[in-house]
């Protein structure tokens, strides 16, 4: 039997989605046939919205509605203490951990077997961020002699392991030193493979707690 035209579409565009098979897809599509149209009307707004209504932190690349999300805007985060996550969900989990710095999202990791490379991802407006600290520390009396701590929290697999030792030797590269910038990798309080988006909240705490210099 021949389905109609707009329900194999929106079948199409569920089974693109991560984790939906073609049998999830289509309970999903049939699910919503049963949504009021007022309900769908809304759905379909959202959707459009996610896009047109977001954007990138200026700062961090975090997803914010405005040009600097609510942390780098937070005065009494502490700016020199950076959490170098992979993607947003990375940041929204490690909040739940009372971290009180802030975070540089890299929006991926470096995957050559996906065509993924350092320049397809926000490594270089992390160092030029490191810059700036940097620079301000040089004008700032108070503060001067405070050291900037890198936390690389990218997940423990062999991308994210890749992805942190290629920041650190960056950073280092450009004449940082560990007197002005002290990098740490977070603590295998996850299991290796696993991904921080589902480790819960006092596995997360103990891996910041326990991060390592490197």
């Given amino acids: 039997m021949k389905l ?6 929106l079948i199409e565009y569920f089974e693109r989605l991560p984790g939906i098979g073609p049998k999830t897809a289509q309970r999903l599509t049939f699910f919503l046939l049963h949504f009021p149209q007022e309900e769908l009307e809304k759905f379909s707004e959202s959707l459009v919205g996610l896009k047109k209504g977001t954007k ?11 040009d600097i999300c609510s942390v780098c805007g937070d005065p ?16 929204f989990a490690l909040e ?3 971290y009180k710095g802030v975070y540089h999202v890299l929006h991926g990791i470096i995957d050559p077997l996906n065509n993924i490379g350092p320049e397809e991802i926000f490594i270089k407006e992390l160092l030029d961020r490191l810059g700036s600290l940097i620079s301000e520390n040089s004008f700032d009396s108070v503060d001067a002699m405070k050291t900037i701590e890198v936390i690389l929290a990218m997940n423990t697999n062999m991308e994210g392991e890749s992805t942190a030792m290629y920041i650190a030797k960056l950073i280092r590269e450009r004449g940082i030193g560990s007197d002005k910038v002290k990098i740490t990798r ?3 309080g996850l299991p290796v493979g696993g991904d921080i988006e589902y480790a819960d909240d006092i596995t997360l705490s103990r891996a910041l707690d ?4 490197i």
Avoid: F, M, Q
């Fill in 4 to 9: 109609p035209k707009p329900i194999s579409s």
């Fill in 56 to 66: 990138l932190c200026s700062i961090c690349k975090n997803v914010t509605e405005y």
């Fill in 76 to 91: 009494t985060r502490e700016k020199r203490l950076i959490a170098v996550v992979s993607h947003p969900l990375d940041a």
């Fill in 96 to 98: 739940k951990t009372n």
């Fill in 186 to 188: 977070i603590a295998r």
């Fill in 210 to 213: 326990g991060r390592l210099e």
